[in-house]
Structure formats: C-alpha cells, structure tokens
C-alpha cells in the first residue's frame, strides 16, 4: 500500500526566501507525482505535474523534481511572497492519487 | 473555460440520512474522482469513474457509492450518515483516467458537509 509522507508539517519563512518542500513515497511503481496548492476552505489547484519518465518540471518560481528509485520528491519555491502561503499536498499516482498530509507554509512579510 | 463545479457547496445533516453530492467536470473530461478530506485522515480517495463506469474503489464502506451520467456529471450518495463522515468532499476531473502518466487532475471547490 503505497504510503506518502511530507516533511515539514509546517514552515515558516520572511519573505524573500527560498524554501523546499518535501515529499516521499514507498511504493516507485508510479505513474505520476502531483503538486498541489490548498488555500483555507479551499479545493486544491495543480501546480506541477511530474511524469513517471520525467525528472523535474518548472513553472515560473517553483521547481519540482522527482526521483523515482529513491522515492522522494521536492518542491522548490524561489523567492518567496506572503501570496504563497497555503498548504502544499503531493499526490503519487499507483492507478488512484494518494495524498500526503501536507506542508502548512507561512511566508511573513 | 469553467472549471470543475461542486453542488451545493455546504450542507448539514442529522445522523441517520442521507445526501447527495454532484459533480459536473471540465468540459471534455470524461474521469470524475472523489475525495474526502478531513483532519484527522487527510485527503483519501473515495472512487473514480470514466465513462459511466466506476474505473477505482477506495477502501470505504458501502454507505459510499457512486454514479456518472453520460454528459460525465457525477453524484455521490452517502447512506446513513455518521457523525465520522462530517468532511470536505472534493470532486476532480480529469481527460484521462487515473491509470495514465500525462494526467491532470483539477478539483472543485467542494462540499462541506456537516452530520449532526
């Protein structure tokens, strides 16, 4: 049963700075990885999609990278603003999304 | 283009009832999968469905079930309600099934449901 773990639960950070957001898996038999963003009663929106064959993808200031054979995940914010505070989820794709439980990210200004 | 769209947004139930939760995806997207999010057991995955036809199950109770129409909208319908099934149930949709490495999923806003 694949099992997903983020790390930290919550952070922290002035504003401006860069931070990484850590996901890990147990099962590498994936189809995909799946960043999200969750703001406050909020549903969730995509941010990054990485494929099983592909090893990072970017979009603007954030940065995901995969590596499969170890299990784990990062997400790399540059930069960053107070805007970007909400919870950020990984998903690992076995045939259905398994979520992690998130990394909480205040940004002060 | 309008994204995926979840009614009614928030609802409250007694133990005992039942409800119903819709779904209408992404125009063109054919997959509709559903979540239940709560504190305590975060985001898990309830069932998929791709082309009128439940595709996944996650490991709820029968009390969960499912159905898509042919225009890909989606309901779910909770029997008996518990106090335990008081949640954000999120609806997502998708082009391809879950069972393909190119797929996005983009979720709606959800349905607070409440059980008391």
């Known amino acids: 049963k694949q099992e997903v773990t983020q790390i930290p639960a919550a952070l922290s950070v002035p504003e401006g700075e860069n931070l990484v957001l850590n996901c890990s898996f147990t099962d590498s038999a994936i189809y995909n990885l799946q960043w999200f963003r969750q703001d406050p009663g909020k549903g969730l929106t995509s941010l990054l999609l990485i494929q099983s064959s592909q090893r990072e993808q970017t979009s603007g200031r954030l940065n995901a990278s995969l590596d499969k054979s170890s299990g784990r995940s990062t997400l790399y914010i540059a930069a960053s603003q107070p805007g970007d505070s909400a919870t950020y989820l990984c998903?690992?794709?076995?045939?259905?999304?398994?979520f992690g439980a998130g990394t909480r990210l205040t940004v002060k200004p | 283009k309008a994204g995926v769209t979840q009614t009614p947004r928030y609802l409250i139930k007694t133990r005992g009832q039942q409800v119903t939760l819709s779904c209408s995806p992404i125009?063109?997207?054919?997959?509709v999968s559903w979540y239940q999010q709560t504190p305590g057991q975060g985001l898990q995955f309830l069932f998929e469905y791709f082309s009128e036809t439940q595709r996944n199950k996650g490991n709820f109770p029968g009390r969960f079930s499912g159905r898509q129409f042919s225009n890909s909208r989606s309901e779910m319908n909770v029997s008996t309600l518990e106090l335990g099934d008081s949640a954000l149930y999120l609806c997502?949709?998708?082009?391809?099934?879950?069972?393909?490495?190119?797929?996005?999923?983009?979720f709606g806003e959800g349905s607070w449901l409440t059980v008391v």
């Open positions: 998903a690992v794709n076995n045939n259905d999304m398994r």
């Open positions: 997502a949709s998708s082009v391809l099934t879950g069972a393909s490495s190119g797929n996005t999923i983009y």
């Open positions: 125009s063109g997207h054919r997959s």
